[in-house]
């Protein structure tokens, strides 16, 4: 039985409904425009795109969003610096990440580059200028045994009968959220237990060893008699499905 086809990528639905302007930009383009103009041109080639619209549209929404970009200064990106960092997070009642924003003014730093170089709009960087939020320290903490056993019950309850496939994989091999829902089967070898992921985050590829437990989660939604195929039926629906938050 044939396949069904994949539902197109967030990039491609963004082709199509937002494509990138006719024309260069104005030289007294604001913000906003030179912002959405590094999305439709730039950003949507990145493997990261969903991550890095939503900065954009974070960005956007800001004070910066009416500047023109050539009058943008070192205290108007140190002013947005400040007052992200007392921002309080809906979902979660806390306040935004130094992390967060670092990613943030990373990603401001990148779009005046190319604004500057490849489109002539802006005069210089003034993000180089402004002191980045101090990198916290790193997380060590585990999950405890309870915690484990609390979510895989929440998991094996959940409408989605994958998903607890999906956790004790994530749990028993510290693969990363896109590498789980890419699985293919053709990439599975349920004998040696190796999953091969042909591209990571960095680029490169490179072999999971599979625990037991991780090989009997992944072969309990049935191994496909070709091989071929996508592993997760679900992706589509995982990608989207998130744990409440308690």
């Given at each position: ?11 491609a ?17 604001r ?6 103009e ?8 990145k ?9 954009i549209?974070q960005?956007g ?8 970009v050539r ?67 790193g ?6 045994a ?26 028993e091999?510290?693969?990363?959220q ?16 190796i999953?091969?992921l ?13 625990s037991v ?8 939604m ?10 997760l ?14």
């Amino acid at each position: 039985m044939p396949e069904p086809p994949s539902p197109p990528t967030l990039a491609a639905a963004d082709r199509l409904e937002a494509p990138p302007r006719n024309g260069p930009l104005p030289p007294d383009a604001r913000m906003r425009d030179v912002l959405e103009e590094y999305r439709a041109r730039v950003s949507i080639l990145k493997k990261g795109y969903a991550q890095e619209r939503y900065r954009i549209e974070q960005l956007g929404r800001s004070l910066l969003g009416d500047l023109e970009v050539r009058s943008v200064t070192s205290v108007d990106i140190a002013t947005y610096r400040d007052r992200r960092l007392q921002e309080v997070n809906a979902k979660t009642g806390k306040t935004i990440s130094a992390a967060t924003v670092r990613l943030e003014m990373s990603l401001l730093s990148a779009i005046f580059d190319v604004a500057r170089i490849e489109w002539g709009v802006a005069g210089d960087n003034p993000v180089a200028k402004v002191r980045k939020p101090k990198t916290p320290p790193g997380r060590d903490r585990r999950l405890t045994a309870r915690e484990e056993r609390l979510i895989l019950r929440y998991c094996n309850e959940y409408r989605n009968a994958e998903l607890l496939s999906i956790v004790i994989v994530a749990l028993e091999t510290a693969m990363r959220q896109g590498e789980i829902l890419g699985l293919r089967w053709e990439h599975i070898n349920t004998r040696s237990r190796i999953a091969h992921l042909p591209e990571t985050k960095n680029g490169s590829k490179r072999d999971v060893p599979l625990s037991v437990k991780a090989r009997d989660a992944i072969t309990r939604m049935g191994v496909k008699a070709s091989g071929r195929g996508v592993l997760l039926k679900c992706c589509a629906l995982a990608r989207h499905d998130r744990l409440p938050v308690q």
